[in-house]
């Protein structure tokens, strides 16, 4: 399953709304996670199942989306939430990522 | 609190071999699938391997027949031995539990002469 995802990048200010959109090439029903990644750490699950907020994550992180078209959105941009982000599915091995969107502040 | 904590990363010569490993901590690697999660220096992330709870295996089509994943639970551990290291198999090696719910720190593999 080959995911594609846009922006590749993306500026914004803080307190914007940010949306980035993720789409499959077949159906993954909602088998989707959101990933944060900062440099030099390893990714951080943010959302599962295209729109489950994990635990501990801020409430302007959301997600939503099923079977092949998702958005990931940042209701009001934080200084700290500048990092690349991906989504992946994981409804069919090999559980593929999408390219990223590398998101930082105007 | 849910914990793994990766291993066994190095410098290697293109044609060897390495053996990496991952000790869970927090839960028992055999209740779930686990697998690794690659990324080459400035790139994304590309799934490598998986290891269901029964035993069966997953691999990406660039290391299957050169990648083996395996499970040790009297150490509560996964492996993942590596053949025929290319450089493109360059990159830091991530564990992971479940979909993705846990990740640990990685461990850097670089293949060069």
């Known amino acids: 399953i080959r995911m594609t995802q846009s922006p590749s990048s993306l500026s914004a200010a803080v307190g914007d709304r940010v949306t980035i959109t993720c789409q499959a090439s077949?159906?993954?029903?909602?088998?989707l996670n959101w990933y944060q990644q900062k440099p030099g750490k390893a990714p951080k699950l943010l959302i599962s199942e295209a729109s489950s907020l994990e635990a501990g994550v801020p409430s302007r992180f959301s997600g939503s989306g099923f079977g092949t078209d998702f958005t990931f959105t940042i209701a009001s941009l934080q200084p700290e939430d500048i990092a690349m982000y991906f989504c992946q599915q994981y409804d069919n091995v090999p559980f593929t990522f999408g390219p990223g969107t590398k998101l930082d502040v105007k | 609190e849910v914990r793994l904590v990766e291993s066994g990363g190095n410098l290697v010569q293109p044609g060897g071999s390495l053996r990496l490993s991952c000790l869970g901590s927090g839960f028992s690697v055999s209740d779930t699938y686990m697998s690794w999660v690659r990324q080459a220096p400035g790139k994304g992330l590309e799934w490598v391997s998986l290891l269901y709870s029964r035993g069966n295996a997953h691999y990406h089509d660039s290391v299957r027949g050169r990648f083996t994943i395996s499970r040790d639970d009297s150490k509560n551990s996964i492996h993942l031995q590596m053949f025929g290291l290319r450089p493109e198999d360059t990159a830091m090696y991530y564990c992971v539990r479940h979909s993705g719910t846990h990740w640990g720190q990685g461990t850097q593999v670089t293949v060069s002469s």
């Open positions: 077949r159906d993954i029903k909602n088998y």
